[in-house]
């Protein structure tokens, strides 16, 4: 007799299981557009986050550790063997999480190239002149935020913002921790966009969230360069000056934003080539089909 579970958390596609001395991570096949979780769901869609995540974990442990224990449900109790969890749940470590949204960024666009264009600056960072939209940075650059609640939105704040913010909740630590952040998300950065080049695949920029272990060790916790968490533009066919096709829920965006009166729904075509993207993405970078 299989228990029955109730998520303790629940985000805007994911939901959080407490399993004792560990948590079980459940991406869901919601999708979310402009911090609205729409009445859609993209079947596969939280398959291809989970084993994403998992394939990046396992490439970066040289840099550091993550919150991952497994991602086989025989390793979960009975209650996530049911159909609708297969390929979704992973089980990972209780972390206690360090509240910043750690940003990267390799190219310009989205936000930041809006804000270059008004001040030649990206979250308070000055940048070159003459960039074009989707122009590759000279270096990344890390531009932290803070994590908000549902249905508030995240808050960039600068580097020296995010020593102070840490310290406020861990007194004494929030120089370490702060630059430990930078130059954690900096490495795991240029290490997978590396990787992903060599596959055709450019990451323009990404988020990490990293937690502290029971030894008070840094460890990369959540989900990692997901295509919710993630940019990724082909490799083939980019140019500067506009934006970029890519392979994760621009599509979603883009119907959203010229179609008034959707009610944040979305045409089923648009489902389609969202999940189509996705497998694509997770094909190119682990070189396997994902059966969903």
């Known amino acids: 007799m299989s228990t029955e579970f109730k998520p ?28 609205v979780i729409l009445n859609n769901n993209v079947t596969g869609k939280g398959a291809v986050l989970t084993q994403m995540s998992k394939f990046w ?10 919150h991952m224990i497994s991602v086989d449900a025989a390793d979960m109790p009975e209650f996530f063997s049911k159909p609708e969890f297969k390929g979704k749940s992973m089980m990972v470590k209780k972390l206690t999480m360090l509240p910043v949204e750690c940003i990267v960024r390799g190219y310009i666009t989205g936000s930041g190239w809006a804000s270059y264009k008004k001040d030649g600056t990206v979250c308070g960072i000055k940048l070159p002149e003459g960039l074009k939209e989707s122009d590759k940075l000279p270096e990344p650059i890390y531009t932290p935020s803070t994590k908000a609640e549902i249905g508030d939105h995240d808050e960039n704040i600068s580097y020296e913002q995010s020593v102070e913010y840490l310290e406020k909740r861990f007194p004494g630590k929030g120089e370490e921790y702060a630059s430990k952040l930078r130059d954690y998300t900096l490495a795991l950065y240029k290490k997978c966009a590396d990787y992903a080049l060599t596959k055709g695949i450019i990451i323009a920029d990404t988020k990490f969230e990293f937690g502290l272990d029971e030894n008070g060790n840094i460890v990369v916790g959540d ?12 490799a083939q066919g980019y140019e ?32 389609d080539k969202t999940i189509d993207k996705y497998l694509q993405a997770y094909k190119l970078l682990t070189g396997k089909e994902l059966e969903i």
């Not at 958390?9 to 299981?17: A, F, L, P």
């Not at 974990?57 to 993550?66: Q, R």
């Not at 989900?223 to 082909?234: H, I, K, N, Q, Y």
Request: net charge negative; with cysteine.
């Open 8 to 35: 303790i958390k629940e985000g805007k596609v994911r939901e959080i299981y407490d399993n004792g001395d560990s948590l079980i991570l459940v991406a869901t096949d919601r999708i979310s557009c402009f911090d």
């Open 57 to 66: 974990f396992d490439m970066t442990e040289d840099i550091l550790p993550n």
């Open 223 to 234: 989900e990692m360069l997901t295509p919710d968490s993630s940019r990724f533009w082909p």
């Open 240 to 271: 500067p000056g506009h934006s970029q096709p890519s392979f994760d829920k621009q599509f979603a965006r883009d119907w959203l934003k010229s179609n008034e009166g959707h009610n944040w729904t979305l045409p089923g075509e648009i489902v």
